[in-house]
């Protein structure tokens, strides 16, 4: 039975691509990581995809008339490589219908914050700001809207009394890079089952 193709999208250091990759490297992740889609030619995750061996589709969304013109190119590309599921890793750009109606089902994102709470940038932040005791990591379906996708999991991150918002969003990205591998992991075996907004793993 072939593995399952990913493709993982980031614009930044990378370090839910590198989990991805190392969970690749040492056999605990039974998929092959095919592209790495970034709309930021110097972003730090580009060399980490050339260290993996992973081949770049590495973009300027400034080129484009439209994102939907970009996606559009980037749509078959991943066609090109038989690719079965789009990771959003850090990806700072909005999805748009092109990427979201081919690949619903297909696509999932991680967000650093217990959806619904704390949606879109800086959700480590915004829950920093309010005082929460308790935040953590989710990883949902996209939809095209924001971070409004029906959820897979969900990790707890406990605020500490002698939190910074440093510290904090140092266990929440640990969090994330046991969290990814492992959905991706439950996805790649079958294991997941979405209907409607219900998602079951099993």
């Known amino acids: 039975m072939s593995k399952l193709r990913v493709a993982v999208f980031a614009s930044g250091q990378g370090t839910n691509f590198q989990a991805l990759a190392d969970a690749v490297r040492d056999q605990k992740l039974d998929v092959t990581i095919e592209l790495l889609v970034c709309d930021k030619p110097s972003a730090p995750v580009v060399e980490r995809a050339r260290l993996a061996g ?16 970009y996606e ?32 619903y089902g297909r696509m999932i994102n991680i967000h650093p914050s217990l ?13 920093w700001e309010y005082g929460v005791k308790l935040t953590g990591v989710t990883v949902h379906y996209v939809d095209g809207g924001l971070d409004s996708g029906p959820i897979i999991a969900q990790r707890a991150v406990e605020v500490e009394q ?5 510290s904090l969003a140092e266990r929440i990205h640990a969090t994330e890079q046991a969290l990814l ?12 089952k979405l209907d409607g907004r219900r998602v079951a793993i099993g």
């Open 54 to 69: 992973v081949d770049a589709f590495v973009f300027k969304p400034k080129d484009y008339p439209s994102r939907e013109a």
């Open 115 to 127: 959806l619904p709470a704390f949606l879109g940038v800086n959700g480590i932040g915004q829950a």
């Open 162 to 166: 002698d939190d910074t918002e440093s």
């Open 72 to 103: 559009t190119e980037i749509a078959a590309e991943l066609e090109r490589r038989g690719v079965g599921l789009i990771v959003l890793a850090g990806y700072m750009r909005i999805v748009t219908p092109v990427l979201v109606d081919a690949y």
């Open 181 to 192: 591998p492992w959905v991706v992991q439950q996805i790649a075996h079958g294991r997941v």
